[in-house]
């Protein structure tokens, strides 16, 4: 067993977004 795996899923995530969300502004422009 892993610990602490749902809190890296986590962070995995909201960095996921944090690039997607950067990525996506740069695309706009």
């Known amino acids: 067993m892993y610990i602490g795996?749902?809190?890296q899923r986590?962070?995995?995530l909201k960095e996921l977004e944090k690039l997607n969300k950067e990525f996506g502004i740069r695309?706009?422009?």
Request: proline fraction near 0%; charge should be positive; charged fraction near 80%.
């Open 10 to 12: 986590k962070k995995r």
């Open 27 to 29: 695309s706009e422009k």
């Open 5 to 7: 795996t749902e809190e």
